[in-house]
């Protein structure tokens, strides 16, 4: 290749690299605007520290960049070349011999150098930052906002565990008055707790969470007697109620779903699935060889019609169907993972696709603005996305293969790119 053709590259590339990074930061500020509004009831209701919900918003970026890459491609592509041939700059490079699949190599180029990247990202890092997403979003699920009774007079409280507690009326400085207290034990009937005050305390170093009551009676039925009912009269009682959840408990778990593994461990477990069903398909195959080898050849009594033969042969077919229908399973869940596999290479390959498609549009509509960009992007991205996810859906249900589900967007696309550039090439000659 020749200095101008190396020159003529590099300006192309780095025509693209300013639209890629405006569309860039565009798409992922939209996605993680998105997922701030989602999450923003789940955090504020249960109290979560300000750095736990940075946490779980920079988890969520991983596939926010999955999606956002593709996108900025298809977008950056449009509004470069756009560009190039509002300033009339694509006719004078045609006009030095430069053909349009010369226009769109050093597009390829890059794009190509992004969907390796990505697919790398979705395989290393995407999985792991899925997992510890859900982890977390569990642990902050489980977590108590903290305990307050400000507003629960007259409610019945049961955020305790085997605790249902009614307060009649809440004072700041007084404490609470007018307390009812029901605690379920395992082992016996139910016990109740009146009392005329109390407060409530926090203990120092833990989470737990103690009623000081004052003034008050236990009640409850004997547990070896249940028609006699015992009744205890107290000054001062402390009642442990359990934990008050304050505390974010982070779980470790080694549970991976087919969203938080990488391809050679879903591969790995691809094969599991299938041997299995294999080895229970044979299996079933044995078992009725055998019905039928009794039933035909049986000897003596042993007949069809005999009581025990019928039963038998209930058993057996029900066993054949439980059998069949797990064997259906472990398939679907191969077939599954094999949907995921093919999901983590044909979203970057997206990449290469939106330049096919992007560029010749990019030199069709010209200066279009970024209006227009953006309106032609958002369009075949969300094509493309509702292909993909329409593909997912037919696929879990084996309706079709699992690569065609995943790669017939980007093969549709490729397509009607290749028709562009045919079109624009055959109207510059």
Not at 350 to 370: E, K, S, T, Y
């Amino acid at each position: 290749m020749s200095w101008r053709g190396m020159i003529l590259r590099t300006y192309l590339i780095r025509e693209q690299i300013a639209p890629f990074l405006f569309s860039f930061s565009v798409i992922m500020f939209l996605l993680v605007l998105d997922t701030i509004l989602q999450q923003v009831d789940m955090i504020l209701g249960r109290g979560v520290d300000w750095e736990v919900a940075l946490e779980l918003f920079f988890l969520h970026t991983a596939w926010q960049v999955a999606l956002a890459v593709p996108m900025s491609v298809l977008a950056g592509c449009l509004m470069a070349f756009g560009r190039l041939s509002g300033d009339n700059e694509i006719i004078a490079m045609r006009a030095l011999g430069v053909s349009v699949m010369g226009l769109i190599t050093p597009a390829l180029i890059s794009g190509g150098a992004l969907a390796l990247l990505l697919v790398l990202f979705n395989d290393r890092v995407l999985p792991d930052f899925n997992h510890r997403a859900r982890l977390l979003t569990m642990d902050i699920q489980r977590k108590q906002p903290t305990v307050a009774f400000e507003d629960r007079a007259g409610i019945l409280i049961d955020d305790f565990r085997d605790h249902q507690i009614l307060i009649g009326e809440v004072d700041e400085r007084a404490g609470i008055r007018d307390v009812v207290i029901y605690k379920y034990e395992a082992t016996g009937y139910p016990l109740t707790v009146t009392a005329e005050e109390g407060e409530i305390r926090f203990a120092e170093g833990s989470d737990d969470v103690f009623l000081m009551l004052r003034q008050g009676e236990i009640h409850r039925l004997d547990d070896e007697k249940p028609d006699l009912f015992v009744t205890g009269a107290f000054e001062k009682l402390t009642l442990k109620l359990g934990e008050g959840g304050r505390k974010l408990s982070r779980t470790v778990s080694g549970y991976r779903n087919d969203r938080e593994m990488d391809i050679g461990s879903m591969w790995d477990r691809v094969r599991t699935y299938e041997s299995d069903a294999d080895s229970i398909v044979q299996a079933s195959s044995g078992r009725w060889s055998a019905l039928i080898t009794q039933a035909v050849f049986g000897g003596g009594e042993t007949r069809p019609e005999h009581p025990s033969d019928v039963i038998a042969f209930r058993r057996v077919a029900g066993r054949l169907s439980s059998d069949a229908t797990l064997a259906s399973h472990k398939r679907r869940q191969a077939g599954r993972l094999r949907v995921e596999i093919h999901k983590k290479l044909s979203i970057p390959a997206a990449c290469l696709v939106f330049v096919v498609v992007g560029a010749p549009l990019g030199i069709r509509v010209r200066r279009g603005g970024g209006a227009t960009g953006a309106a032609l992007s958002v369009g075949f991205f969300l094509l493309y996305w509702i292909f993909l996810i329409a593909g997912e859906k037919l696929a879990d249900r084996a309706v079709v293969p699992p690569w065609a589900a995943m790669w017939t967007p980007n093969l549709l696309l490729a397509g009607v790119g290749l028709i562009l550039i045919v079109r624009l090439s055959s109207r510059v000659r």
